[in-house]
C-alpha cells in the first residue's frame, strides 16, 4: 500500500523530552473508520505517541502520515485544521467559562457563522448536557460531564480523526460506560478513533484493532480480540493468567514467567 492510501501511518518514530527517547522506532498503521486502541504500561510512551500525532511533541526521527500527508514538523494548529482533533488525558476545559463559551471556542477555526451553528445544533443533539448546562460554569461539571463537553468541543471542527488520550479516567462504571458509548457513536457516523485507554479489556471489545505499546516500542499488534485473547497479554494487562492457579504455589506472583 503506498502511503497516499493508507489514513495514518507511524513510522520508525522516535521521539522524546530532550533525556532520552521515549518512543524507540514505532511502526503501525490505523485504518480509516475504525477504532483503534493502544494499551500498554504506565510510562510505555502512549501519551508520547498521541503528543506527536497533534504536533505537541516533535519526532526526532520517522514520519506520521495522515492521508499521504507528513505530520512531522507541521505546527499544532496545522495539524487541526488537516481535520486531526485531541481530547488530552487531562482534563482541559476553561474552568470559570461556560460549557456553552467552552464548546465555542472548539470552533475557533471555522470562520463560516452558518457552518458553527449547524455543527452547534449536531453537538447539542449527541451531547444533551451542552445544552441543559449550557449557561453553567464548566468546573461544576463532574469528571465525567466534563469529559463529554469536551468531546463536543472537539466535535466542533468536525473531525476525520479524533484522538482520545484516556477518556474514561477517573470515571465511575455508569460514566464510564456512557463515555464508552459516545466513542462508540462518534465512530458510528464516520469517525476514526485512536485512543488510549487503561480500561483495557473494556476498550479492546469496542476497538477495531488493539495496539500493545511497551517501552516505546509495538509488542503486538492485532485486531482488537486477538490482542484481548492473546495469553500474555492477558495475564500482563488484563487481569488474567497464563498459568491456571492451581498450577502454582504462589498465583499471582508467577504471572508472566513459565
Ligand atoms: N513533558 C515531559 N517531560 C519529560 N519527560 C516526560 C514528559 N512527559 C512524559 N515524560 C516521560 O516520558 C515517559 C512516557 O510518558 P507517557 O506520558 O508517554 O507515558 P504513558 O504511556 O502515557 O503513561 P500513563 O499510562 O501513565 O499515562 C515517562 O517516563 C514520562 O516520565
Ligand atoms: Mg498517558
Redesign the pocket.
Known sequence: MSDTDVFLRFEGVVA????GD?LKGVDFDVSQGGVTCIV??????????L?AVSGLVKPRLGQIWFKGRGLVGLTPKEILQLGVVQVP?QHSLFREMTVLENVELGAFLVKDKKVIQQRMEHVREVFPIVGERAKDKAGSLSGGQQRLVEFARCLMLDPELVVL??PSMGLDPKTLRLVFETIRKMNAVGRTVLL?E?NARQALKMSHDGVV?ENGTVRLRGTGSEVLNNPEIGALYLGGSIAPPSSGPNGPERMGHE
Open positions: 522524546g523530552y530532550g533525556g521515549v500498554g504500561p504506565n510510562g510505555s510512551g502512549k501519551s508520547t505517541l503528543k488525558q488520550d484516556e488510549v487503561q505499546l
